[in-house]
């Protein structure tokens, strides 16, 4: 029988959030059924809470960074048993047979991959529900092993923030030798200087904020440039391998690209539409710079960066709320009035029940 399961959702664009009883699905043999215990908040989450992107489907119950235990298994699971520690990131199916499902890169899946909240499954066309719940049930392909070793809280955004991070890190071959700068001191921007740190780059922070210096080397950075004065700029001229651009909105590129050595790459993992002002050409063809973007990660690398987390004792910083607060805690979030990220003790979901 279906599960009705006790949830935090949004019934329109304009209403809070607020307790909601949903249906999940009945298990299937290859499924995994999870008892969330924490879920990181992403400002995606409150995109699409308020139909930003113009693609939400209410009632929606958001949230993509899962950490839970295990509390039952399907008959043809096996990777996963009952009190397992796991995740869930952003992608609960995929169509499993395109060249880029094939690879291990669900994220790029050519027929669109099943995202964990506000989307259709696509085997019986429920609506998917987020982590902002006391349960989930999802496909055992698209869970993953949490170790023991690391805080199970600061774990939970590594499910985004931090594969959104790493996975760029690790395609363009970020290593020892490595000049590496990150734009944008945020949720994103903390997990990058932490990853790039770990792989043995030398790592610059590009902030337009004074005073974040002491913060920066903290997190991992051995150099901050402020980005508005143009002494600092013109002095890391043709410096960095790899920019990692973590700020969400429209912002001015041209001054980071001529930052970028002859081969350079600045991957964009924050905006997601248009570049204003215009990108300028001449530094990128005269310097065989690229500009390109990144989109989470897969199963398989997203697996990888857990080990790699447990290995390196690398979490997110983090502060813990009670679902009860997560409408403020989103009008928190558009001040950036978070360090540097909110994780939801979902033990505080039954008061509201």
Not at 259 to 270: A, E, S
Not at 292 to 318: K, L, R, W, Y
Request: with cysteine; hydrophobic share 40%.
């Amino acid at each position: 029988m279906a599960l009705n399961i006790r949830s935090f959702a949004t019934p329109s664009a304009t209403s809070p959030l607020g307790p909601l009883l949903v249906t999940r699905r009945d298990p299937r043999a290859n499924d995994v059924v999870i008892d969330i215990l924490y879920c990181g908040v992403c400002h995606s989450d409150l995109h699409q809470a308020r139909n930003d992107w113009h693609n939400s489907i209410y009632p929606m119950v958001p949230g993509h960074e899962i950490i839970g235990r295990v509390t039952s298994v399907g008959a043809s699971v096996s990777k996963f048993k009952e009190g397992d520690l796991v995740g869930v990131g952003c992608l609960v199916d995929s169509c499993q047979h395109c060249p880029s499902c094939a690879e291990g890169l669900e994220q790029y899946c050519e027929e669109g991959a099943t995202v964990t909240y506000n989307g259709i499954d696509r085997h019986d066309g429920m609506p998917t529900f987020g982590g902002y719940s006391e349960r989930i049930v999802v496909s055992d392909k698209f869970v993953v092993n949490v170790s023991e070793k690391i805080d199970p809280k600061a774990a939970a955004p590594l499910l985004c923030a931090g594969i959104t991070t790493y996975s760029p890190l690790k395609h363009w071959k970020v290593g020892k030798g490595s000049k590496v700068a990150v734009i944008g001191l945020g949720g994103l921007g903390h997990m990058g200087l932490k990853f790039a740190k770990a792989m043995g780059a030398d790592v610059t922070l590009f902030t337009r904020s004074p005073g974040k210096e002491a913060e920066a080397r903290r997190l991992g950075a051995d150099h901050v440039v402020l980005s508005t004065d143009q002494a600092q700029m013109d002095a890391v001229a043709n410096q960095f391998d790899f920019i990692l651009d973590t700020v969400p909105y429209s912002h001015d590129l041209n001054p980071y690209t001529a930052t970028l050595k002859r081969d350079g790459t600045l991957v964009l993992v924050g905006l997601i539409g248009p570049v204003e002002p215009t990108l300028m050409t001449v530094p990128l063809v005269l310097g065989r710079r690229q500009v390109a973007g990144s989109c989470i990660g897969g199963i398989p690398e997203t697996q990888e960066m857990m080990d790699f987390c447990a290995e390196h004792n690398i979490v997110s910083d983090i502060e813990m709320i009670d679902i009860q607060n997560i409408n403020d805690a989103y009008e928190r979030m558009l001040k950036s009035d978070v360090k540097y990220r909110f994780v939801i003790d979902m033990k505080s979901l039954q008061q509201s029940f």
